[in-house]
């Protein structure tokens, strides 16, 4: 029998389609106005979103709380969420459906200060405090062109206007947090089933926007997740399961593998090629 579906799943008629042929790693930019709900992303869904944060700050804190945040950014992020200020990083992490990355400006660059990820898409956010844009991406796969655009990015998303960008996935799992201690094991428990695949895979959106905060020397990067059954997303358009297929053919080697998604792919081809 089916295990249910779990109840944080975004319907798939509201899920972003940013599948682009061919694929490419790129910013994809887009001008956004610095004001909530337009910044953030708030729905019905956000209880249920803040349940599983709660669970994931009480087993992980370690790696939810990481670095030491500026009083003034938390309490801005405060009044963002909820109009209410507050300077206490959990009390902040829970007024929000996002997760969210401090960042400070030093020596013409910024650095990562504080990270309350909750839900990281195969990273763990320890890994990633006091480093800069360049070093972040550094093990992206076919990362030129995101190096290229860094200065100019970085000038323009964290120090002038807020923008908003999508990251698309393929996931074996809908949960939130996919840590990369669990990824893995959750591809190989896919494949390792001979049925279908498709039906059992999910559509992972990062919507990612940005705030620039100059008055602080400070920028914040926020990350909203939304997940659904990939059978359900590709259904929405006739065109869809085609555009996916030629979308995944034209990824390199190294972005496939970058995205745990090698073994996967023959199988996940053939079964999209049948639904065109």
Known sequence: MMAALPDWLTPAARMPWPVQVPFRMRPNLERLEAESPALLLRDELFDVYQRERSKVIAAHPER???????????????????????AHEARVSLTLQEDFVILKHDAGTLRTEYLSVCFPSRWDPREKLGLDFMAIHQPVADNQMLQAAGPSLMAMAFMKQAMLRHVWLIVPNPALDQHPDNNVAWWREALADSSPLLPRLYFRIERQ???????????????????????????VTPTRAAELAASLRSMSPAVVAYRGMSDALPRLLTELDGLS
């Open 64 to 86: 939810v709380g990481v670095g030491v945040a500026d009083s003034r950014v938390l309490a801005a992020l405060g009044a963002l969420g909820t109009g209410i200020e507050t």
């Open 209 to 235: 926007t940005t705030w620039p905060l100059p008055q602080f020397g400070r920028a914040v990067f926020f990350i909203r997740l939304l997940v659904s059954p990939l059978l359900n997303v590709v259904r």
